[in-house]
């Protein structure tokens, strides 16, 4: 890698770490709370039930720790967190509004000798990375510390869980970036945050179409109650994603500065 | 196009929806010159520089800069690597520091300049840990200038390089540029509102207005080919059929250009009873050359 091209990453990173660390730091929290809290009694903390997972499926569930661990954290914490993380870090793009047209010190980056292509995509890929890794610090930290409640929940089990909510999440970050490459700043926030939750309560409401919502493949219940793997689930929201994000690419290439 | 140019457009145009920000716009400045780029508010300088950058695209015409095709991608990127550009938009993230982003940017130049870099972060007193975002204007002024002297660049694209300086900054600055081209013969092509100190370093003077070329030539030529005319008569001053002349009492008052020899013949024949011939300031060649528009 070249020097420029370690320099392009460096800068993505010094833009989007300020999002990155509260966004890490709140997930490690939410993972200790998890033990710091540790119920008696499983069944009474989602006496609603939990996203993609009914009341009644939730009081059958709830016989062990390692259900509950999955519900709190797998269902319910990383899923919202990783979401808006991923909005904040979809944010820090070139474009911030439609007035100014660019966000702070992109006329200076496009006077770079690089191409929109080169330094948009770095920027996407970027927050990509840093939303995988914050997935997987966190999980990890939750899987070693089951046993300090004498549980167990084996690092195999969430790597694949991981994996489910990264993919899930790398959907949510494409349509953010696309959002924020089209739209201001104000807009991109409201309409991605009014998108996201109007879908969401959509898929997850409406029994017919609850297989296409991103959360429910977020949460991984086909995994855990049944161990499959939903690889359709998984390749739609990764295509999905890189479609997205391949459009944004095309958007910044057109647009003027 | 000439390989003598730095810069050369012809019937570069740009239009944003129904508006015509530049219409036709035709320069052409020679390599190793200092050019200012006059024109009112909105008249399409800042257009025209971002068009020369690659960073709005062209809706028609040609533009050349340093011999490479302004509206190919890829040539527009090695224009890049050989410009350094001050932009209208001065800002800079505040995640980054002054130190960070010089690391940043020497990075992408092979003839970055270490040397020039410390010298003007040390004479701009910019806190290497400070950050950039949160730098106050002028200190954002000299961060951008800063970053475009170091570049070793070919050519330097400034639009107002000194808007938010103090007086002894501006002064540095210009013999900064100055200094630029004597010793590597870079190019200078910048706008600005500060007419005198274009006329103070600028060799070259090119002048828009409403997105159209209306002057682009030497400074030296252009203030020669400019006089202001004053003609006194004994009574009613006749008109001599030049729309430049303004009637003042039996006072005349004629802008001359390149035709002042004609003016003050036709004058004596007039019998003018004194004919006074003056040379005008930059600041009154703008002021006249703009005038045409605004009425």
């Not at chain 1, 569930?61 to 661990?69: E, K, N, S």
């Not at chain 2, 050019?35 to 971002?50: I, S, V």
């Not at chain 2, 002894?168 to 010793?183: F, I, K, P």
Request: charged letters at 20%; aromatic letters at 10%; a positive charge.
């Amino acid at each position: 890698m070249s020097e420029a091209d370690k320099m392009l990453w460096y800068k993505a990173w010094t833009e989007t770490r300020w999002f990155f660390w509260p966004g890490m730091t709140f997930l490690a929290a939410s993972g200790l709370a998890l033990y710091a809290g540790y119920p008696d009694d499983y069944a009474t903390r989602f006496p609603n039930g939990a996203i993609a997972v009914s009341a009644e499926q939730v009081r059958a569930l709830l016989h062990d720790g390692r259900a509950y661990i999955w519900l709190s954290w797998f269902g319910t914490s990383l899923l919202l967190g990783l979401s808006f993380l991923a909005l904040a870090l979809a944010s820090t793009g070139l474009v911030r509004s439609p007035d100014s047209g660019a966000a702070p010190g992109v006329t200076y980056a496009l006077s770079m000798p690089v191409s929109r292509r080169r330094l948009a995509g770095v920027r996407m890929a970027t927050g990509l990375l840093e939303l995988a890794a914050a997935a997987i610090v966190s999980s990890v930290l939750v899987c070693a510390l089951a046993p300090t409640q004498g549980q167990s929940f084996p690092f195999r089990e969430g790597a694949a869980h991981v994996l489910l909510a990264v993919s899930g999440v790398s959907a949510l970050y494409g349509l953010f970036v696309f959002l924020s490459a089209t739209l201001g700043e104000v807009s991109k926030a409201v309409a991605g945050g009014a998108l996201l939750f109007l879908y969401g309560t959509f898929t997850f409401l409406t029994s017919g179409v609850r297989r296409l919502s991103v959360f429910r493949l977020m949460t991984g219940d086909t995994y855990f109650l049944r161990g499959e793997v939903p690889w359709l689930g998984v390749v739609a929201c990764v295509a999905v994603s890189a479609a997205l994000m391949y459009a944004s690419l095309r958007v910044v290439e057109r647009r003027d500065f | 196009m000439s390989s003598e140019l730095a810069i050369e457009t012809q019937q570069l145009r740009k239009s944003f929806g129904a508006k015509d920000a530049v219409q036709g716009l035709t320069l052409a400045v020679p390599r190793g010159s200092i050019c200012g780029f006059l024109g009112r508010n909105g008249a399409g300088k800042t257009t025209t520089l971002k068009m020369l950058m690659g960073m709005t695209k062209v809706t028609g015409g040609e533009g050349r800069v340093l011999g490479l095709r302004i509206a190919d991608a890829g040539e527009s990127t090695e224009i890049r690597r050989r410009t350094g550009f001050v932009g209208e938009d001065k800002r800079f993230p505040w995640s980054i520091t002054v130190a960070e982003l010089l690391r940043f940017t020497r990075a992408f130049y092979p003839r970055w300049r270490p040397d020039l870099a410390e010298r003007y972060r040390r004479a701009f007193q910019l806190p290497p840990g400070a950050s950039a975002g949160r730098l106050s204007k002028g200190m954002r002024s000299r961060l951008a200038l800063l970053l475009a002297l170091a570049r070793g660049a070919e050519l330097l694209l400034l639009d107002e390089p000194t808007e938010g300086l103090d007086p002894s900054t501006t002064e540095e600055t210009l013999q900064a540029l100055v200094s630029l081209v004597a010793e590597q013969g870079t190019t200078v092509f910048f706008s600005s509102h500060q007419l005198a100190g274009v006329e103070q370093i600028a060799d070259r003077i090119c002048i828009v207005d409403e997105g159209r070329t209306v002057v682009c030539d030497a400074l030296d030529e252009l203030k020669a080919g400019y006089r202001r005319v004053r003609l006194v008569f004994d009574g009613e001053p006749p008109a001599l059929g030049f729309e430049t002349a303004r009637r003042d009492g039996r006072t005349l008052s004629v802008l001359a250009r390149g035709n002042a020899d004609e003016i003050v013949a036709r004058a004596r024949a007039m019998n003018a009873r004194s004919v006074d011939v003056q040379p005008l300031t930059l600041k009154e060649i703008f002021l006249e050359s703009s005038k045409g528009a605004e009425s």
